[in-house]
């Protein structure tokens, strides 16, 4: 059974960083595309941040990017989300999924991922 788990969600104040983890009980991570989705109170959960199976692409959301980003250990079944000058609108519970590599063209798109994690809050103050 596929698990992912993230980690590493707080508070922090505007201008601050965070790192969020997901670790993933997958066999050959190698072969999914992984994600990063947030859900803001009283929103719809949005896409944040992809990483194809090898770590040499990616693919942003316009209002992290340059702020944020995402690198991935294979071997160690590992997908980080480095968070930097964080604003009080990331405020958000961040979610960690997982899609077949051959997704990786509809990466952004929710719909198409298989796995999710159970969510990591991340609360930025003013």
């Known amino acids: 059974q596929v698990q992912l788990v993230e980690s590493g969600g707080g508070s922090v104040q505007a201008g601050g960083s965070l790192t969020l983890s997901c670790a993933a009980s997958?066999?050959?991570?190698?072969?999914?595309?992984m994600g990063w989705f947030r859900r803001a109170p009283e929103k719809e959960r949005e896409f944040v941040a992809a990483?194809?199976?090898?770590?040499?692409?990616?693919q942003w959301a316009d209002s992290v990017k340059g702020r944020f980003t995402i690198t991935r250990d294979n071997p160690k079944s590992t997908v980080i989300l480095q968070m930097n000058s964080l604003k009080p609108e990331d405020t958000a519970v961040y979610y960690c999924?997982?899609?077949?590599?051959?997704?990786?063209?509809?990466?952004?798109?929710?719909?198409?991922?298989?796995?999710w994690g159970q969510g990591a809050q991340v609360t930025v103050s003013s």
């Open positions: 990483i194809d199976w090898s770590g040499g692409r990616t």
């Open positions: 997958i066999r050959n991570l190698n072969n999914y595309v």
């Open positions: 999924a997982a899609t077949f590599a051959t997704r990786w063209n509809i990466a952004s798109r929710q719909e198409v991922y298989d796995y």
